[in-house]
């Protein structure tokens, strides 16, 4: 269950760098968020977790940005982005889970 979750990872991760960035959206702040940091932060910690565990100040910059995604998400108005953006969020979700995992499995 584990490997496949970090397939599954490194999968959403590789559909993201094939998709386009929303256009519009390059120095964007919605709802405190910068959209370009948003997007780069989440492949940066989805990455990491691929590698390995969190070290404790990642994994908690880690769900703060899931956390963040709940408030931005929301006041996305463009239709791709919106898909875009939750493509992103669920990629940091899972990432959050598969290191919340590893403390639970005997890696």
Known sequence: MFEEKLDALSQLMAEHMAAPFPPGFRGLDIEGQEMVLLDADAYGYASGVLKGPLDEQRRAG?????????????????????????HVRDMAVLAAEIDTLRDKVDL
């Not at 880690?62 to 953006?85: C, G, H, R, S």
């Open 62 to 86: 880690l769900l703060k940005l899931t956390a963040a995604f709940e408030k931005v998400l929301p006041a996305i108005d463009d239709e791709y982005a919106a898909k875009y953006y939750t």
